[in-house]
Nanobody, 124 residues
Framework: QVQLVESGGGLVQAGGSLRLSCAASGRTFSSYVMGWCRQAPGKEREFVSVISWSSGSTSYADSVKGRFTISRDNAKNTVYQQMNSLKPEDTAVYFC?????????????????WGQGTQVTVSS
């Protein structure tokens, strides 16, 4: 059974940085894509970033391009999201998601597995 466990969230001032981690277990992820999504209070969950585990290719939502970087560590079965120049509007619960394939899926319904989420709060 696939398990995704996020960590690294917290409270940070605007302009600061955080690194989120997503530890994946339960199968071999070499043929999977891993994504980060977020849900702000009162808003719908939205796509943030995605990485192909095999190729390392990435895609980002326009709102985070140039500030967030998604990466993976094959040896640790862990995906990271480095978040720099954080803004108050980045405040949300961040979720890690996974599905088989190699395309850069941006639709939330396209993901099969989800973590429990980690809270990120950016103060102004």
């Amino acid at each position: 059974q696939v398990q995704l466990v996020e960590s690294g969230g917290g409270l940070v001032q605007a302009g600061g940085s955080l690194r989120l981690s997503c530890a994946a277990s339960g199968r071999t992820f070499s043929s999977y894509v891993m994504g980060w999504c977020r849900q702000a209070p009162g808003k719908e969950r939205e796509f943030v970033s995605v990485i192909s585990w095999s190729s390392g290719s990435t895609s980002y939502a326009d709102s985070v391009k140039g500030r967030f970087t998604i990466s993976r560590d094959n040896a640790k079965n862990t995906v990271y999201q480095q978040m720099n120049s954080l803004k108050p509007e980045d405040t949300a619960v961040y979720f890690c998601a996974a599905r088989s394939g190699s395309a850069h899926y941006t639709g939330l319904s396209q993901y099969d597995y989800w973590g429990q989420g980690t809270q990120v709060t950016v103060s102004s």
